[in-house]
């Protein structure tokens, strides 16, 4: 047999072989070819826990609960373990709220098994989200409490264990004064002379200094009275967990400025006995644009301040600004602009498209009332004219546009660009502790200015 002929042959036993051959497996597809882990986070908070795997392709996943202990499965489909991946074992931290431990292992060739170790009964929510920004494909797992707590109660009671705590102080400094008082002086008439026996001391030197009980409050629960003296303000410290906000030249992320202003404010206003401040968050997790609103309105908030830090396509600009909600076009086009760039925060966050609030969803679409505005705007301009004795102003009156974030339509309602981050100065002095100060004051006494020329109105909610 020739050479030619022989090769003729092998070329037809092959091309034989090929079609005998599943199409997969003769010619391997990319879309069959398993994902890439690129990126694992965990952000953990009371609130709840979200854990996120960052692929270069979609993933898809199901779940289920296995109770005694409690247990969250989830399989991923078209993934292979990877270091990355493993990486998830070493991002939970000890203190997280919700899982207690993490394991992961191939379950099938193409099916990752991950098992949640929980130390609470959860309500999980899992959704996949498209690429945005910076990132690529993510599939979430959002891990919330079973019975959330009622948070205006959970104020409530914060106020009543603060007055607690500072009449036991009280009680503390009288008791060490008493002390004092009662001690003889050494060279008092009658004390006792160094060196003297205990025998030749007066009588009353061996009599015990009288006992003062002062009666410790009792604990109160909180009562109708409470809730209508107390002040709630909801403090909202812009993006946070997946959405870093604007990033400025040095690498200060605006999500961690704005909390650790609002954390000051927190504890500024707090100092007020009628007065307990909400944070919408009060660590680095992100929290969704509706439930910021909703979170407001649980408490039945008197006022609303989100906090944030401009970014513009120029390091140039500079100077805070004030906003309020408008109920047709906003003032500005750069008011329009600085709007659509905070209501997109939802999309580089990442919310659960699946779930849908219909009272939320009403109050963020309706139309917001004419007195929410009117008394947002005497808000804003008490606000802007105190944060303009520490810093430039962008504009010198308070401006409107369609911020989601501001329609809560029964709460005042503005939000602040302390500066703009964007500007290497404006960046430097958002570092800055003592100008973090100012701005801190600032806020608080336009807040006690817009109080005390439209006091509060009463609640009406019966606490069971």
Do not use: C
């Not at 973090?436 to 006091?455: C, D, H, M, S």
């Amino acid at each position: 047999m020739s050479a030619e002929r022989r090769r003729a042959l092998r070329a037809m036993g092959g091309l034989a072989l090929l079609l005998r051959l599943p199409a997969a497996a003769a010619a391997p597809s990319s879309h069959g070819a398993n994902s890439t882990i690129v990126a694992v986070r965990v952000w953990p908070a009371e609130a709840y826990t979200r854990v996120t795997l960052e692929s270069d392709k979609a993933l898809a996943a199901t779940h289920f609960m296995v109770e005694a202990p409690d247990r969250l499965v989830i399989d991923v489909d078209g993934l292979e373990l990877s270091p990355n991946l493993r990486g998830l074992l070493g991002k939970v931290k000890a203190d997280d709220p919700f899982i207690a431990g993490v394991r992961v292992g191939q379950n099938t060739p193409r099916v990752v098994r991950i098992v949640l170790d929980l130390k609470q009964p959860v309500a999980p929510q899992i959704f996949t989200l498209a690429p945005v920004a910076a990132y690529q494909h993510r599939l979430v797992f959002d891990l919330y409490p079973k019975v959330a707590v009622d948070p205006l109660l959970a104020l409530i009671k914060e106020k009543d264990q603060a007055e607690r705590e500072a009449a036991q102080s009280v009680q503390d400094a009288l008791g060490e004064l008493i002390a004092k008082l009662d001690k003889p002086a050494l060279n008092a008439p009658g004390a006792a002379k160094p060196g003297a026996s205990a025998a030749s001391a007066p009588a009353a030197q061996n009599t015990p200094a009288p006992q003062v009980n002062l009666p410790a409050p009792a604990p109160a629960e909180p009562s109708q009275a409470k809730l209508d003296r107390l002040i709630v303000i909801a403090l909202d410290p812009g993006h946070g967990g997946e959405d870093p906000g604007a990033i400025g030249p040095s690498g200060l992320r605006e999500k961690d400025v704005v909390l650790a202003i609002a954390q000051q404010l927190r504890e500024r206003l707090n100092r007020n006995p009628n007065m307990r401040v909400l944070l919408t968050r009060d660590a680095d997790f992100f929290v969704p644009l509706r439930e910021r609103v909703q979170k407001a309105r649980r408490v039945q908030a008197d006022l609303f301040v989100s906090i944030h830090a401009d970014a513009f396509f120029t390091p140039q600009a500079r100077g805070a600004s004030v906003f309020a909600l408008s109920d047709g076009a906003a003032s500005s086009q750069a008011a329009k602009w600085m709007a659509n760039r905070e209501n997109a925060a939802d999309l580089v966050g990442g919310v659960n498209a699946a779930v849908k609030d219909a009272s939320v969803l009403k109050a963020m679409l309706d139309m917001s009332t004419t007195a929410q505005i009117k008394d947002s705007l005497k808000l804003g301009s008490e606000v802007l004219g105190q944060i303009g004795r520490v810093g430039t102003l962008h504009k010198r009156r308070v401006e409107q546009a369609g911020f989601a974030v501001l329609k809560a339509p029964d709460v005042p309602s503005i939000l602040v660009e302390t500066a703009f981050i964007s500007n290497p100065e404006e960046e430097a002095k958002l570092r800055d502790p003592e100008y973090q100060a100012k701005l801190v004051e600032a806020l608080a006494t336009g807040i006690a200015r817009y109080f005390a020329k439209n006091p509060p109105l009463a609640r009406h909610r019966a606490l069971s």
